[in-house]
């Protein structure tokens, strides 16, 4: 949480390893799909202020963090060229 909002990771489900749970039927019940990717929810309205949906491989989040201080941030995969220039650590 920060400044009166909440920020959510969604995973879509395992379904090999997790089926049949009551959230199979919220979705269905909802004609809606699960999805990868963060809502930022506004906690005094109870609504969702903003989201950003991931597709492609990713299909799991495991932690979401707010970085202060960025006005761009971005990902870098560890197999992208790019690492080599943004990771750095102290000799």
């Known amino acids: 949480m920060r ?3 909440a920020y959510i ?7 090999k ?3 049949g749970l009551a959230l199979d039927q919220k979705l269905k019940d909802a004609d809606s ?9 506004d ?3 109870g609504t969702c202020a903003e989201w950003f949906r991931i597709d492609g491989a990713v299909k799991e ?3 979401v963090a ?3 201080g960025h006005a761009c941030p971005m990902s870098i995969g560890p197999s992208a060229p790019e690492i080599i220039k ?3 650590h102290a000799a």
């Open 86 to 88: 943004f990771v750095t």
């Open 3 to 5: 400044n009166g909002f």
């Open 17 to 19: 390893r997790f089926e």
């Open 33 to 41: 799909e699960p999805w990868c990717g963060i809502q930022i929810i």
């Open 43 to 45: 906690l005094a309205k």
């Open 61 to 63: 989040l495991f932690d």
């Open 9 to 15: 990771g969604l995973s879509k489900p395992r379904y």
């Open 66 to 68: 707010v970085i202060t």
